[in-house]
Each structure stands twice: as structure tokens, then as C-alpha cells.
């Protein structure tokens, strides 16, 4: 049984690790599609954004320069130099970004919209239900809204035992390297090993060899969970069509909307 650790256990090595292997990669595409997301769900009026999890900065990026005034949190240390190299792009928008810990950091600031995209299950329940209630008592002004992309346990479930070898497909790609793909269906918990091969024999560079383990979430166990937390689950969608068992079995995450309950 894969017991999902603590974010505290791997995360910060894990994603420390992986920063040199994928460094600096920016998909401009999937950032703007995200800063659209946010302006279709947020309408005009909510104009501050917390962007948690926010790696390298593409999305936070984008975000700004469609005017909002981001925050962009990340505690890696490579992601966030990163993204502090975009802060000067930010125009028509603000973008500051906070290289610390989301279970500890103090913002001193409420915000608009909390987003974390492609992230949110990195820890045990316990952690994930914290940062729920982060999100709602510490981050979110009254009638804000939290985007949160969540991963589905169906594509990872199909992915269980997947061994595959990967080119770099990137210019940013330091190495190739074998993935490995486990899910455990009691604990709902995915775990994702990347190991960097020899350019010379194509052997396993076992020292670099880094694993992430993500808890998915079914929509019911996630509606609940956040329910706890004093959060509402307003909206639930993939790619902006609602939720449909098909696509479920597909998508790696699925996109929920959040509201403070009344
Ligand atoms: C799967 S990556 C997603 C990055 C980005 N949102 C994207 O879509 O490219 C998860 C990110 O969460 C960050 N992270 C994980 N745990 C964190 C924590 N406790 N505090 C701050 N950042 C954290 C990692 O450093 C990493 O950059």
C-alpha cells in the first residue's frame, strides 16, 4: 500500500531536484489558457491573485500581463528565481513573487482568487485539508474565489505499472529518463519516479533519481473535503465543459471553483 506522505517528507527535495532537470521550460499557451480561465470564472471585479504552487511562473505571468496584480508562491528554489526573471514582463499587471513554504508563509493579504494549477494534492489528507482551510481563512477576501485543478484518480489508475523511457523534448530537458508510474487504489495515491539516464550507456543515474506522490481526489471525496473545510464547490469542469464520466476517465485533473461557505 502506497501511504500517502507528508509534503514536508519529499516535496521541497523532490521539486528542489527537479527544478535542474526541467529548468525553466515555459509554456506560454498553457499560461495564457490558465490567465483566461481565471478572467472567465472571475469576472471583472476580482483583480488581486494568489497563485499558489506556481513553479517557474508561466501562468503567473500571464496572469499579470492580462492586469491582474499576482502573487506568485512557490518554495522551490530554482522555479522561483525563475519567475522573479518575469517580474519586469508583468505590464499591464503586477507580478511579486514569495519563495516560501504555503503551509507556513504569512502573506499579510487577502486576495481576490486563490489559483493553483496542476498541484493541488501534493501531501497526506492532513495537508491538503490545511491548506483548504488556508485558503479559506487566511487567503480569500469576502466573495473571493479559489481555482483548483485536481487530479483524477482514473488516468493514473490506467497509468499504474507504465515504465517508459523519455527523450529531452525540450532544449531546457538536462537528461533523459526513465518514469515510472505506480497507483495504489485504497489510498487513492499516485506515485511518479523520474530517473535521469547516461547520455554514454543509457544507465539509471540513481543518485538524481527523484519521486512525487500525489493524492487524487473523486469529485464526492473532493466536494466533502473542501466542504470541511468551510468551502463550497460551486463548479466543477474539464477543459470548460462540465464534468462528464468520460472525461473523467481521461483528464489527469479535473478544475474545481471554491467559494467560502455562507
Ligand atoms: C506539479 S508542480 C506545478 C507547478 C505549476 N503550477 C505548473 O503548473 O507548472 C507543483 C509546484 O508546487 C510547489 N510546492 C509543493 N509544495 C509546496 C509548498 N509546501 N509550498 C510552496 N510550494 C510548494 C513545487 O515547488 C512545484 O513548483
Given at each position: 500500500m502506497i501511504a500517502p506522505p507528508k509534503n514536508s517528507e519529499w516535496a521541497k527535495a523532490y521539486y528542489t531536484t527537479g527544478g535542474?532537470?526541467?529548468s525553466g521550460e515555459e509554456n506560454a499557451e498553457s499560461g495564457r489558457k490558465r490567465a483566461q480561465t481565471i478572467a472567465r470564472l472571475a469576472g471583472p471585479d476580482r483583480r488581486a491573485v494568489?497563485?499558489?504552487?506556481?513553479?517557474?511562473?508561466?501562468?503567473?505571468?500571464?496572469?499579470?500581463?492580462?492586469g491582474y496584480?499576482?502573487?506568485?508562491?512557490?518554495?522551490a528554489p530554482i522555479q522561483s528565481e525563475n519567475a522573479r526573471r518575469l517580474v519586469n514582463q508583468a505590464a499591464p499587471g503586477r507580478l511579486t513573487v514569495v519563495a516560501e513554504d504555503q503551509h507556513t508563509v504569512d502573506l499579510g493579504q487577502r486576495f481576490d482568487v486563490v489559483a493553483c494549477?496542476?498541484?493541488?494534492?501534493?501531501?497526506?489528507d492532513e495537508d491538503n485539508l490545511r491548506l483548504l482551510h488556508r485558503i479559506a481563512n487566511d487567503w480569500l477576501a469576502p466573495g473571493g474565489i479559489a481555482i483548483l485543478d485536481i487530479f483524477c484518480p482514473l488516468p493514473w489508475a490506467a497509468a499504474?505499472?507504465?515504465?517508459?523511457?523519455?527523450?529531452?523534448?525540450?532544449s531546457t530537458h538536462a537528461y533523459r529518463q526513465n518514469r515510472r508510474m505506480w497507483f495504489d487504489p485504497i489510498t487513492a495515491v499516485a506515485q511518479d519516479e523520474w530517473c535521469p539516464l547516461s547520455d554514454e550507456d543509457g544507465r539509471r543515474l540513481e543518485d538524481l533519481r527523484i519521486t512525487q506522490f500525489i493524492r487524487c481526489y473523486f469529485p464526492?471525496?473532493?466536494?466533502?473535503?473542501?466542504?470541511?473545510?468551510g468551502l463550497q464547490t460551486s463548479l466543477m469542469e474539464i477543459d470548460g465543459a462540465p464534468l462528464s464520466s468520460d472525461r473523467l476517465r481521461e483528464a489527469w485533473h479535473y478544475l474545481v471553483v471554491l467559494e467560502r461557505g455562507k
Open positions: 535542474s532537470f526541467w494568489l497563485e499558489i504552487q506556481s513553479g517557474h511562473g508561466g501562468a503567473a505571468l500571464a496572469t499579470a500581463q492580462a496584480d499576482v502573487t506568485a508562491l512557490d518554495f494549477w496542476d498541484g493541488f494534492g501534493i501531501g497526506d499504474h505499472g507504465r515504465d517508459q523511457t523519455l527523450d529531452r523534448n525540450h464526492a471525496d473532493f466536494v466533502r473535503l473542501a466542504s470541511s473545510a
